[in-house]
């Protein structure tokens, strides 16, 4: 049992689970066998292809569209212009109980004279203004309520001499963490925030939006006034040229900390550990949830931050040759293939069912399933496959770090509750 202990170790990609189960059979056996790191070494290199030959499995079989799964993810905000269909004039907020949509945001109207104005909440509405709304293309549908769509899309109309829409980049420190809603343009400043642009993401510009470094926000308004609204949020774009380094390394300094902590559990003599890799992850999501609101700076350009994945992904990579290569041949040989066997089993078998179960039957989208499954396995060298898939969207990576964490806990703990329940 200790050495299948090791081989599922190899077979979910684990390396704290393997220190985990060598500890754990030390204390109770008083031994470490040596087919415990052997299982775990034979198992590793084929749990990856196995976990890329689940993936591709499902995708054959479910008969998956790449593009149209893709399309299905893109939740982005959508604009449109109405000529409204009512008889009398009416008020914002009436204007919003009509279609029955809280998440959408009127940016500016157009009266019968051709006149543009922006929209506050002492704005009226009358019968045939041509209103632009900005909402999430699931609200489509519903804002038709209002009147016939006259225009569709953001670009390919400006009809104003004097309204203008630009893009202004979020650079001073002093707006990171803020709420939307802190600076009041609107009113302030009589301009209208539409949407945000973060990281090739758009959002729609809600009050309590929270800002980070490197947004870059749409502004409608006035040519005056949308450079004083530039000014506020800083718009230099040579300071995000700057790399911020402190927080990148004061989060490893506390993952390789936490990761090393010891901790109990109830009923075993034995106490287990995140690891280095659990530890990090886990700082590294409470810092990006939390870092903005303590005016932590956690902007990186898309190039740094994809440097850091592939030198990561590629040092890790080769720790793992390193050490597997020693004895590995020799140990097939003499019978180890079965243990090869066994772990791409463990590997394939829950993937593939769990795969089918979500892509099928509970629908989730199969980018979703992908980083679900890699996640649930901790094999962080297959998120190269994953984005492999899509250019466009980092659905995969997202749900990888969410399932990580917990799944972590569960795999250190397996293999360790293996060794006490089977070889005490």
């Not at 399309?71 to 009398?88: G, Q, S, Y």
Request: proline share 3%; net charge positive.
């Amino acid at each position: 049992m200790s050495t299948m202990a090791g081989i599922m170790s190899g077979a979910v990609m684990n390396t704290p689970s393997l220190g985990a189960v060598q500890q754990t059979a030390s204390d109770l056996l008083g031994v470490v066998s040596p087919d415990i790191a052997m299982g775990y070494a034979l198992a590793y290199p084929l749990s990856i292809v196995g976990l890329i030959l689940s993936f591709e499995l499902i995708r054959f079989c479910c008969r998956v569209n790449l593009r149209r799964e893709e399309e299905k993810l893109r939740e982005e905000p959508i604009c449109v212009d109405i000529r409204l269909d009512i008889a009398n004039a009416i008020t914002l907020k009436e204007l919003y109980e009509r279609c029955k949509v809280n998440n959408m945001l009127v940016s500016r109207v157009t009266r019968e004279d051709g006149r543009d104005e922006l929209v506050d909440s002492a704005t009226m509405f009358y019968p045939h203004d041509i209103v632009r709304i900005v909402s999430d293309k699931r609200h489509e549908k519903d804002l038709q309520v209002l009147g016939a769509v006259t225009h569709y899309g953001f670009r390919g109309r400006e009809r104003s001499n004097h309204l203008i829409s630009r893009r202004v980049v979020v650079t001073r420190k002093e707006c990171n963490g803020k709420r939307l809603s802190t600076f009041d343009v609107r009113h302030r400043h009589h301009a209208t925030i539409t949407r945000i642009n973060r990281a090739g993401v758009e959002l729609l510009a809600t009050p309590d939006f929270v800002l980070q470094l490197g947004d870059r926000i749409m502004v409608v308004g006035d040519r005056d006034d949308v450079r004083h609204v530039a000014d506020i949020f800083g718009n230099e774009l040579k300071r995000l040229d700057l790399p911020n380094l402190m927080p990148i390394f004061f989060g490893i300094f506390l993952g390789v900390l936490l990761g090393s902590l010891p901790i109990a559990i109830p009923g075993m003599n034995q106490s287990f550990k995140l690891g280095l890799a659990g530890g990090s992850l886990i700082v590294a999501l409470l810092i990006g949830r939390f870092g903005p609101y303590y005016n932590m700076v956690t902007f990186a350009t898309t190039s740094a931050n994809m440097m850091l994945r592939q030198v990561g992904l590629t040092l890790f990579l080769a720790a793992v040759g390193l050490s597997v290569g020693d004895g590995f041949v020799r140990t097939i040989m003499d019978g180890g293939y079965m243990w090869v066997v066994y772990g791409v089993m463990i590997t394939m078998i829950p993937l593939v069912t769990v795969g089918f179960i979500a892509y099928k039957g509970m629908k989730i989208n199969f980018f979703k399933v992908v980083g679900l499954l890699i996640g649930a396995m901790t094999g962080a060298p297959a998120l190269g496959y994953a984005e492999s898939l899509s250019s466009h969207n980092d659905q995969a990576s997202v749900i990888y770090a969410t399932v990580y964490p917990l799944t972590m806990f569960l795999r250190v703990m397996a293999g360790q509750l293996l060794i006490v329940i089977f070889c005490s």
